[in-house]
């Protein structure tokens, strides 16, 4: 019900733009997360949005999150990506206010690889 895209190969400083597009219900009344996972790491929360953004420490300046309405889908742009940004990034809902615990989340999708080379 969660589709991720947009994920890719960047050279440090470069910019990308996460898509989630969800289906088979209105996430209107949903706060929207990304969180990502590094390899051998935990799965941490980078974004979230219901009415207000929030942001991780790490991200903040950097990342940006929308979400449009009308298409069902939120968005990430990340600017000035680091090495240290790379990870499998996905996107997740839940009922309610955002939360930076993933275990409140209930609605994942499949992630979207998210590679930054120096």
């Known amino acids: 019900q969660l589709e991720e895209s947009g994920g890719g190969l960047v050279q440090a400083g470069g910019s990308l733009r996460l898509s989630c597009a969800a289906s088979?219900?209105?996430?209107?009344?949903?706060?929207m997360g990304w969180f990502r996972q590094a390899p051998g790491k935990e799965r941490d929360f980078v974004s979230g949005?219901?009415?207000?953004?929030v942001y991780a420490d790490s991200v903040k300046g950097r990342f940006t999150i929308s979400r449009e309405y009308a298409k069902n889908t939120v968005y990430l742009q990340m600017n000035s990506l680091k090495p240290e940004d790379t990870a499998v990034y996905y996107c997740?809902?839940?009922?309610?206010?955002?939360?930076?615990?993933?275990?409140?989340?209930?609605?994942w999708g499949q992630g979207t690889q998210v590679t930054v080379f120096s």
């Open positions: 997740a809902a839940r009922p309610g206010v955002t939360t930076a615990n993933r275990d409140d989340y209930d609605v």
């Open positions: 088979g219900r209105t996430f209107s009344s949903y706060a």
């Open positions: 949005i219901r009415w207000n953004p």
